[in-house]
């Protein structure tokens, strides 16, 4: 008996190591190539030409530009996340109703703008939203209007592109939660007299919300760290806090002021996070 103790003992202290083992590489590896180079920009916004100073938070947000560009980031940010879950529930809904090669076929679908490179498929937009592209030139032969409609370099487009660009980072954690309900819990609700509309409310949508609430929320945290959609789709009218931390450090050269304005999105981010994750107990607890 003692030696099948230290028998199981001995394999669980060795399942430790291996463990370990394995992890090790990959955690230096993030260590030491995003880690220490993040971790660097940021505390550079705590110095001012070598002495600890809070100057640059002071700036972020007594200067109206870099609050309205905050604003505008979370804007954009919260307007992206909706439009997604607008869009992505009743397609995550939908897919838990397919099979075979109707499932696969949108399944594929969904999954196409993370097989193109971002820039490619920003570029596509581009070429649609220009005042001589494809969607002007269907509103002009529909008549809906007469002169090319300014579409590009507007928020609407920046918001279009990242929804579309961001819509399959809903649509997964919805579906996947959408897929563990169990079907007989919808029949019995209506073997008892309930309709459609109560039961999405009183089973669907309580038992989803933790895919809701994981889609969201990688949604919104992707969405205020988008640099290269904004960049393009935006331009100067749209600026976004990313743009701003590459022209800080890029152009101008202020790696202290860049690393501030870091430090403010990964405070916002967290925060995000936090509230995620309170929300995933609080749901938890519920059921």
Not at 86 to 92: E, H, K
Not at 133 to 147: E, F, H, P, R
Not at 169 to 181: G, Q
Not at 184 to 196: D, E, K, P, V
């Amino acid at each position: 008996m003692a030696a099948e103790v230290r028998a199981r003992g001995s394999r669980e202290v060795f399942g430790a190591w291996l463990v370990f083992a394995l992890l090790a590489p990959t955690a230096v590896l993030f260590l030491a190539g995003f880690g220490y180079p993040i971790g660097l920009l940021l505390s550079e916004g705590f110095f001012v030409k070598g002495t600890f100073s809070l100057e640059n938070f002071s700036r972020v947000l007594d200067r109206p530009l870099y609050v309205a560009t905050l604003l505008r980031t979370l804007r954009v940010g919260g307007l992206t996340t909706l439009i997604c879950l607008l869009i992505g529930f009743p397609l995550a809904y939908w897919m838990t109703r397919l099979r075979g090669l109707a499932f696969n076929l949108v399944i594929a679908c969904v999954l196409l703008p993370l097989w193109t490179s971002i820039l490619v498929r920003s570029y596509a937009w581009v070429v649609l939203l220009q005042p001589t592209g494809l969607v002007n030139k269907a509103l002009m032969a529909l008549g809906i209007t007469d002169a090319p409609v300014t579409l590009l370099y507007t928020e609407g487009a920046v918001i279009t592109a990242m929804a579309h660009v961001l819509l399959p980072y809903m649509v997964l954690p919805i579906y996947s939660a959408l897929n563990n309900i169990p079907p007989n819990l919808g029949r019995a609700a209506r073997s008892l007299g309930a309709g459609r509309l109560t039961e999405f409310f009183t089973i669907i949508l309580p038992l989803s919300r933790v895919g809701v609430v994981a889609g969201c929320v990688m949604v919104f945290v992707l969405s205020i760290g988008f640099f290269v959609t904004p960049a393009l789709l935006g331009g100067p009218r749209t600026l976004m806090i990313s743009t701003l931390i590459n022209q800080q450090i890029s152009s101008l050269l202020n790696w202290s002021f860049g690393g501030a304005l870091g430090a403010t999105l990964l405070v916002v981010t967290l925060a995000i996070l936090l509230l995620f994750n309170r929300a995933i107990s609080a749901s938890r607890r519920s059921q």
